[in-house]
C-alpha cells in the first residue's frame, strides 16, 4: 500500500482501494453522475455544561467508528474530513447504478446506528449524544485526478458539493434532506417531504430541498402499479411454467426458478401477474432485493428478507426490531412458508 493511504487518518478497504486505483486511468477525465453525501455531527445540548470543559476526545467518537465505515461499506470515498463533518462522495471512482440512492439508504443507516451508539454510550459519565444532519446533492461531473487515498479533484461541477453543505445547514438534527436534483432520483425508491424554500443572505434564488422521511420497501414496480398498469399481454407460455412448478411446490417438491430479461422486458411485471393467479392459494410470498450497493455487505439478501417477512424497516433501531420478531416459533413458520410457496 502506498505511503499516502497508510496517512489517511482511518483504515481503507484494501478491496476498494484496488478497485479504484486499477481503473484510475480510466476514471480520470470521464463525465459521471455522482452524489454528494455531507454528514454533520450535531451534539446535544444535554449535559453540555458538564463537558465544556472536558477534553472530548477522551470518549468514543462516532465519526471513525460509525459514519466513515458506513460510507465505504457503501462503496462511497470520504473527500474531505473535519472535526465534526465527513464529507463523501458516491459514484465518482466507484461505478454505481444509482448513486443517489445509495447515499440516501447509507444515510438512513448511519442515522440508526448513531442512535444505537448514543444508547451504548449512555451514562452520566458519556458525552452529550451526538446526531448527524446529513446533506446530499446529486449531478453530472468531470472527474479530475484521483489520489492514492482516493480523494477525488473534481474538474467541474463542483458547486454540487457547495448545495450539499447548504442543505446539511438546513437539515434538522438526526434527518436527511437531499436537493432536487437527488429528489427527482431517487422519488421513487424513499418518501419525501417537501420544505419551505427559503433564501439565504447573498442566495439569488430560493433553494429547493427535501427530506426523506422513512425508508420504504417499494420497488419501483409497485410505484408505477399505483398509477395503474396496461393490460397484460402474452406471457401465456411463461405464466404456464410458473404455475406448473408452484403445483410441484404444493406436493412437497421444492422448485427454483429463475427469469432472466433486459431491463424493462417485463420481469416484474410476469411475476406479478402469477401472484395474481394464486391469490386464493394457502401460500407465503417472500420477497428480497439485491441491491447494487450490498456487494460489500455480507449475508444482504438474507436480512432483507427477514426485513420483509417482519416489516423492519432500515432506520429502526434495535430495540423496536426485538419487539417485532417473535423469538422461536415463527422462525418455523417462515420457513414452512417459504417452502410452500416456492417463489
Known sequence: ????????????????????????????????????????????????????????????????????????????????????????????????????????????EMHRDMAAFDQDSGGDESPPPASLRIGISAGPVVV??????????????????????RIAERAEPGTTCVSEGAFTLAAGAFPFEALDQQKSEGEKKSLRVYRVIAPTRRSEFKVFTEDGLTRFVGRQREIGLLLNLFEHAKKGKGQACKIVGEAGAGKSRLLYEFRKFVTNENAAFLEAKCMPYANAIPLYLVSDLLRSRFGIQVAETDSKIRKKVPIVLPFRKLWVGAESAVS
Open 144 to 165: 479530475g485526478s484521483i489520489g492514492n487515498d482516493l480523494r477525488v479533484q473534481l474538474r467541474s461541477g463542483g458547486d454540487i458539493v457547495d448545495l450539499a453543505s
Open 1 to 108: 500500500m502506498t505511503e499516502d493511504v497508510e496517512k489517511f487518518p482511518y483504515h481503507l478497504p484494501s478491496r476498494l482501494v484496488d478497485s479504484v486505483l486499477s481503473q484510475r486511468d480510466t476514471l480520470e477525465g470521464s463525465e459521471r453522475q455522482i452524489a454528494v453525501m455531507l454528514c454533520k455531527k450535531k451534539a446535544s445540548e444535554r449535559k453540555s455544561r458538564k463537558f465544556r470543559a472536558r477534553e472530548s476526545r477522551t470518549f468514543r467518537d462516532p465519526m471513525p467508528e460509525i459514519v466513515i465505515p458506513k460510507i465505504y461499506q457503501y462503496e462511497g470515498t470520504v473527500n474531505e474530513l473535519g472535526e465534526d463533518s465527513v464529507l463523501a462522495l458516491f459514484g465518482a471512482s466507484v461505478p454505481l447504478d444509482s448513486p443517489a440512492k445509495t447515499a440516501i439508504q447509507c444515510s438512513l
